[in-house]
């Protein structure tokens, strides 16, 4: 098992950026497929980006252009940056992790691990 833990969330201003971290309890670079997802009220959870190792990077076409996932294998913290924020952005995002199996899925459901979530509002 892996525990996650998000930080990093609060208000901004559309145009602005932020930046989120997740903590994992456990060395996750190379056994698990992290993801960042978000949830709008009364909206499907939905993928933002996902990550395995350095080089299996997607994005969501939302947020293609504007959003940069990384992970810091020495601090077992995944990060994610985006800028040119809209009132569309504004939802609580969590961090996830699934074992890898091949690929990273960008289904909500295939993921195992969750972090508590943390707030991103963005107002106009």
């Known amino acids: 098992q892996v525990q996650l833990v998000e930080s990093g969330g609060g208000s901004v201003q559309a145009g602005g950026s932020l930046s989120l971290s997740c903590a994992a309890s456990k060395y996750t670079y190379g056994i698990y497929c992290m993801g960042w997802f978000r949830q709008a009220p009364g909206k499907e959870r939905e993928g933002v980006a996902t990550?395995?190792?350095?080089?299996?990077?997607r994005y969501a076409d939302s947020v293609k252009g504007r959003a940069t996932i990384s992970q810091d294998n020495a601090k077992n913290t995944l990060y994610l940056q985006m800028s040119s924020l809209t009132p569309e952005d504004t939802a609580m995002y969590y961090c996830?992790?699934?074992?890898?199996?091949?690929?990273?899925?960008?289904?909500?459901?295939?993921?195992?691990?969750w972090g508590q979530g943390t707030q991103v509002t963005v107002s106009s």
């Open positions: 996830a992790a699934h074992l890898w199996r091949g690929y990273c899925s960008s289904d909500y459901r295939q993921y195992n691990y």
């Open positions: 990550i395995y190792r350095d080089g299996n990077i």
